[in-house]
């Protein structure tokens, strides 16, 4: 069996070594990074090989890459690496790391053409000034080869344990058997779906019910898929932290055993969440624990490895115990793990680190899109960027002198956007050319001047700074398929506005992401209809649709639709007293736990405040703005076997979905709300937007998003197969053949 590894996979574990050093050094992006590579290779001449392809052996190893080009003339192999701001504060480390890569392409490139010896240049490519930095060497093959297989070496041991794991993962995968007595209804049939998708490498969106076994049905078959395809990694990605626990036992019921596991499993979690030391730089200078990080990875690795779950406290004290930040240890082990658990931004955001390992490793992945209808709304955020003219000014008041200049600038251009405004709210068809530019030029400014005072940072500039950048890259890539707003307010004697770019298709980003993939499944209990999701995520056009049969019965879930009231705003306070009389006659009818759903927090409080002074009698608790994640937890915990009450929560919240509430721990719920985004100027831009392209605005800003989180916020109540429960929809448009067309097919409405 060969392994196969990158040159700089290959590289950067034996090479890199000292301190984890991440002060302010602006880094082009990807699209600057691709852009500064084409202009170097356009000032060559025409004999230049750009993009070489180089593939070499030693022993079980084969080592493959491209070559950012080669010269014949002059018999000169280049590596280019962009960057931005002062060459000399490029760290030591990163420069030893460079050479080691030129080096084993200049092998890998002498042993494919028979060269005696090869001129070996870094060119550093400054994407402001497009000035080259070169540095050159010229090496002998036979030096080369040492350098080489000194690399390779090094690497070889732990290639060789890395083979043993995947053939042992491979045998354990064969011989996987299901982890319960049978099959749930629908279970089976999807988990066959999705081994088919994975043999044929395409794409399958499966509306399964709530409660169905979704997150086990749809790993198994994967796992299960994975020696006959050669996949390197299963990527299951969520929108929440709950579907990342309901991953975790998923991986531990298919994978019992907890040491040496032939399956390594991560969990990847926000930087935030993973950080030892918030207030410190990451920088050996600041932070223990990026002091000689990388002298004392390769013996956290080793242990992190034989460790699975990886979960997050696992995987933190692997770090502590080895003096690392967990937070770049558990980057480090997504090279290494065979199933990552992780949110969506992490394969699908602009700097995305799994999809950037996918793309740099080639390995063949699949995807375990969970939730996927929140991906739509996700992933407009992640296409999007907003700037707020009050931040520009806090920053102005304590920004250094030498940044005045440009600030003054992009101020007095934003101020000239104000004379072109028709109203407090406009969308305009084209971006701001002058104002745009002034951006790029303070982008610049500040860059350079963080490159020349790093430990001078303001949290104020640099949060700034990266919004300006995020602003810019959006900008880059306006189409049709965004909105550019601007809203302008009164502040005193002043006009300040925010300026908005937001994705409402993201298609052209998730559709390549997709596509890169060897198969990919998205599932959900809300996937209708077809063409929505289509036209949204950009799906192949090849891509399977199923409506998993539902493991429930009619009979255990009681819907009444009470058309008798309405829910919209104008009618808000008339149907304050009907809703709580409706759910107080429920409760003597059937004491036990509800949960009832509401538009707003306003609304909430308002019925919940009612049903408290008409019957003090029901217990009820509340879910309250901003809550964390102690305080989620408290509310679910309210709901024990044996309790009684009512929970109230806001429809699209954090108890919409992804919640697990079986048995008499919910018995019923009350949707008091058709789940529409509010109504405003900008959602009525985007529904006039989503009519030009899709013929359907109202329904896709509106109402497939709406009913879609009332079928998720129903769908808590039935969550086994001897689970009984009652649904009421509370307003007259559920009545409407329109809505109901969207509701299971499975439900029996009365």
């Not at 090869?118 to 010229?138: C, M, P």
């Not at 993939?517 to 063409?531: D, E, G, H, I, K």
């Amino acid at each position: 069996m060969s392994y196969r590894v990158a040159v700089r996979a290959l590289c950067e574990f034996t090479a890199k070594a000292g301190d984890l050093d991440l002060r302010f050094t602006p880094s082009p992006t990807a699209q600057q990074g691709i852009a500064g590579h084409r202009t170097v290779a356009a000032r060559r001449g025409g004999q230049y090989q750009a993009e070489l392809s180089l593939e070499g052996e030693y022993g079980a190893l084969t080592v493959r890459g491209r070559a950012d080009g080669y010269d014949p003339a002059g018999n000169v192999l280049e590596e280019v690496k962009t960057f931005r701001g002062d060459f000399a504060a490029i760290p030591a480390n990163h420069r030893q790391l460079h050479w080691a890569q030129a080096r084993v392409y200049g092998w890998l490139l002498c042993q494919s053409l028979q060269l005696e010896h090869v001129n070996l240049a870094l060119v550093y490519f400054d994407i402001v000034s497009e000035k080259e930095t070169r540095l050159q060497e010229r090496w002998s093959a036979a030096d080369l080869e040492q350098f080489f297989n000194q690399q390779c070496a090094l690497f070889l041991s732990w290639a060789e344990q890395e083979m043993a794991h995947r053939i042992a993962r491979d045998e354990a995968a064969r011989t996987l058997t299901f982890p319960h007595a049978g099959f749930r209804t629908g279970q089976r049939a999807l988990a066959e779906a999705v081994y088919k998708t994975a043999s044929t490498g395409r794409c399958l969106m499966a509306q399964a019910p709530t409660g169905i076994g979704k997150t086990i049905g749809t790993l198994f078959p994967l796992l299960k898929a994975m020696p006959g395809q050669q996949l390197d990694k299963v990527l299951f990605l969520t929108a929440k932290t709950p579907g990342r626990k309901l991953a975790l036992d998923a991986a531990q019921v298919l994978y019992p055993k907890a040491l040496n596991a032939p399956l390594r499993v991560l969990e990847l979690v926000a930087r935030d969440k993973a950080c030892e030391y918030p207030q410190n730089a990451c920088n050996g200078d600041s932070c223990p624990l990026a002091k000689g990080f990388y002298d004392r990875l390769p013996a956290a690795r080793l242990e992190a490895v034989a460790r699975s779950p990886l979960d997050q406290q696992t995987l933190r004290g692997v770090a502590l115990a080895h003096g690392v930040c967990p937070y770049y240890l558990s980057q480090e082990m997504a090279r290494w793990a065979d199933v990552v658990i992780a949110d969506y931004n992490y394969y699908f955001d602009f700097t995305a680190l799994l999809y950037g390992l996918a793309q740099a490793s080639q390995w063949r992945v699949a995807t375990l899109v969970d939730e996927a209808h929140n991906l739509v709304e996700r992933a407009r955020q992640m296409y999007s960027a907003s700037l707020d003219q009050q931040t520009l000014n806090n920053v102005r008041h304590t920004a250094p002198a030498a940044l005045d200049k440009p600030f003054k600038r992009l101020n007095r251009e934003w101020n000239a956007l104000h004379k072109e405004q028709v109203g407090p709210y406009q969308v305009h068809s084209q971006l701001p050319a002058k104002w745009l530019s002034a951006l790029s030029a303070c982008i610049t400014a500040i860059g350079d001047y963080l490159n020349d005072h790093p430990q001078g940072l303001s949290g104020n500039l640099q949060g700034f700074y990266f919004e300006a950048l995020q602003f810019n890259r959006v900008a880059e890539l306006f189409d049709a398929h965004f909105l550019f707003d601007v809203s302008l307010r009164e502040d005193g004697k002043r006009r300040l506005s925010q300026l908005n770019l937001r994705n409402i298709v993201p298609a052209a980003f998730i559709g390549p992401r997709l596509a890169s993939a060897r198969c990919n499944v998205l599932f959900s209990a809300t996937l209708s209809p077809q063409t929505y999701y289509a036209n949204l995520l950009g799906l192949p056009a090849d891509t399977v649709w199923m409506d998993v049969e539902s493991p429930f019965q009619a009979e255990q879930l009681h819907v009444q639709v009470i058309s008798q009231i309405s829910t919209r705003f104008v009618h808000r306070q008339a149907s304050l007293a009907p809703i709580v009389e409706l759910i107080a006659r429920q409760f003597e009818q059937r004491p036990g736990n509800y949960l009832a759903f509401f538009s707003s927090f306003d609304y909430l409080q308002q019925v919940a405040e009612l049903l408290a002074e008409r019957h003090p009698h029901i217990p009820r608790w509340l879910q309250a703005r901003r809550m964390d994640e102690a305080a989620r937890q408290g509310f679910l915990d309210q709901f024990t076997m044996s309790s009684q009450g009512v929970g109230f929560a806001v429809l699209g919240g954090a108890f919409g979905e992804g919640i697990d509430l079986p048995g008499a721990r919910l018995i019923g719920a009350f949707v008091a709300t058709l789940g529409l985004a509010q109504f405003n100027p900008v959602n009525e831009q985007i529904k006039q937007r989503m009519a030009a392209l899709f013929g359907a605005g109202y329904d896709y800003t509106y109402l497939y998003p709406g009913v879609q989180k009332v079928v998720q916020a129903a769908g808590r109540v039935i969550r086994t197969q001897s689970d009984q429960g009652t649904l009421f929809l509370i307003d007259d448009r559920f009545a409407e053949r329109k809505v109901q067309q969207l509701l299971p097919s499975w439900w029996r409405l009365g």
